[in-house]
């Protein structure tokens, strides 16, 4: 080995950043290493749109960053974050020109719903976010930390006892839709957790649709879904700056392509060009599963039972994306809709669950959901008054069978990206008549686009690989895991693979660094005892 460290960070996404910045905090010596020539992974931004105008490359809206123990424990203030938010965090204009709208605090959420849909959708509402008040902060932390969460799952289950903890359970295993069934008597409230639900590969109809859409909103609804100020790439920032602060040290352009594992544990790194870098203590792969198993990892130092396991990994959904620079505000039908920062886009539950059916049986939908960001209404440093820079996505079937509105294939040549961000742009101007004269320059990310900026996005996939219940827990990324260890001594999967999934939380970083120290310490133990 050329080159040594306590640990090896194998990639500089988020999940990365938040272990290596762990470890550096108990004193040891980390080394990220990471392929792209800039630090982040899938939290950027640029100004390849528009020179005035700063767009989030990859993900932009950051509830989970704001509400994870794993980040607010690292004080990232003190390195240069600042948090902005929209007037309200979400809206979602409906086919009939009404508009049900998530802000910030029950009581203007609940208010605004029971004036639009009825007294039914403000006081089902109000049962839900009490609820939500009684399980708060031990689900946040149960889901975030490694399964099965023990302390905080003890601690959620002594604040609910036993007969409402039964209760509380069922609600987590409906569907969105059932829920809304159950909670509301029109639609209003019930778009609003379905459109959350669908930021993940949940069917409106599917379990746990429900449990998801309704903590996004809550989580909205209690810390908003703000954005750092300047771009999302002042997160990757301030991580960076703390990093460096406590010693740590990041290398772009730096490769990894494979893991050298002798006797059963992982000893090291070697790169693109030949270097090879020590780990004295831990490698943690900031990496998806199937990029570490069989990838940086020859299958001879892994058991058979695991490639067989691993054939089975879902992918989520792939995504098309497009950024927009602006010359004025969306000028939105619905007229809530110009103070979300995030604007859901689909004209009723049933074209959100055709919508869904269609990208998961192969076909490009007729009419697509999308997912908007008004980024200048949300921090107002993203571009020059009066302008708006913006985006929408939508997600794609991972291999086209058939296009519902044209004759696109899924090949995503030129032709076919252009032709499909046009679409998307169509659906948004039958919302906000006008919009498309306001387009002074627009990027286009398609699935291999995405990958081809970020190779963790595979197929364009957001989250690490899918978030349905088969792939949850103890089941991801296969069955047996639920947690950032692997077969391989002191080697620890960092990713959105690992449990509990995608999102800008630190979560699967930090369960591998605290996975690695607890190791490290047992290590230390029995050799001591000897």
């Avoid at 089975?312 to 809530?336: E, H, M, Q, S, Y």
């Amino acid at each position: 080995m050329t080159d040594e460290a306590d640990a090896v960070v194998i990639g500089a996404g988020p999940n990365g950043l938040v272990a290596a910045n762990i470890l550096a905090d108990r004193g040891w010596r980390v080394e990220v290493l990471e392929a792209r020539e800039a630090p982040g992974g899938a939290v950027h931004s640029d100004r390849e749109v528009h020179p005035d105008f700063v767009s989030d490359t990859f993900s932009s809206f950051h509830p989970l960053a704001i509400a994870s123990p794993a980040i607010a424990a690292l004080n990232l203030h003190e390195f240069g974050l600042r948090w902005s938010h929209a007037p309200s965090v979400l809206a979602h204009p409906l086919a009939d020109g009404r508009c049900a709208v998530l802000r910030r605090g029950v009581d203007a959420t609940a208010t605004g719903l029971a004036a639009d849909f009825g007294t039914d959708d403000g006081a089902g509402w109000r049962r839900l976010s009490a609820l939500w008040d009684r399980v708060d902060p031990h689900l946040v932390n149960a889901l975030l930390t490694p399964f099965p969460p023990i302390r905080s799952g003890m601690a959620l289950a002594a604040r609910l006892g036993p007969a409402d903890g039964l209760r509380f359970a069922r609600m987590m295993a409906l569907s969105v839709r059932r829920l809304g069934e159950e909670e509301f008597s029109d639609v209003g409230a019930t778009m609003l957790l379905a459109g959350c639900a669908l930021h993940a590969d949940l069917l409106p109809e599917a379990a746990p649709s429900a449990a998801y859409g309704w903590l996004l909103a809550m989580l909205g609804q209690q810390y908003g879904w703000p954005v750092p100020v300047g771009g999302a790439g002042t997160l990757t920032d301030a991580l960076v700056r703390r990093l460096t602060a406590k010693g740590g040290n990041v290398r772009c352009g730096t490769r990894v392509t494979s893991v050298v594992v002798r006797g059963g544990a992982a000893l090291g790194v070697r790169t693109a060009d030949g270097a090879a870098v020590r780990a004295r203590r831990a490698v943690l792969a900031d990496v998806p599963a199937p990029a570490l198993y069989g990838g940086l990892v020859s299958w001879d130092d892994l058991p058979t039972r695991l490639r067989e396991d691993l054939r089975r990994f879902a992918w989520d959904p792939g995504t098309f994306k497009v950024d927009w620079a602006l010359n004025g505000p969306i000028p939105w039908t619905a007229d809530a809709a110009s103070e979300a920062g995030t604007v859901h886009l689909s004209g009723d539950l049933a074209e959100l669950s055709d919508y869904a059916v269609q990208v998961a049986s192969g076909r490009l939908p007729a009419r697509a959901f999308l997912l908007l960001g008004q980024m200048t209404t949300t921090d107002p440093t993203r571009s020059p008054a009066g302008t708006e820079s913006a985006w929408a996505y939508t997600h794609v079937p991972r291999h086209v069978t058939e296009d519902l509105d044209g004759r696109l294939t899924g090949r995503w040549d030129l032709a076919e990206t252009e032709a499909y961000a046009d679409r998307l742009e169509a659906r948004v101007e039958s919302f906000a008549p006008g919009f498309r004269a306001r387009i002074t320059a627009r990027r286009i990310m398609s699935p291999l686009a995405l990958e081809a900026a970020n190779e963790s996005l595979v197929g364009g996939a957001l989250n690490g690989g899918s978030a349905a219940l088969h792939q949850q827990l103890v089941f991801r990324p296969v069955p047996g895991t639920g947690g950032s260890r692997t077969p391989v001594r002191r080697l620890y999967l960092a990713s959105a693979s690992a449990h509990p999934g995608g999102g800008v939380h630190g979560a699967c970083g930090a369960n591998a660094a605290r996975a690695a120290l607890r190791a490290d310490r047992l290590a230390i133990t029995r050799v001591i005892g000897c």
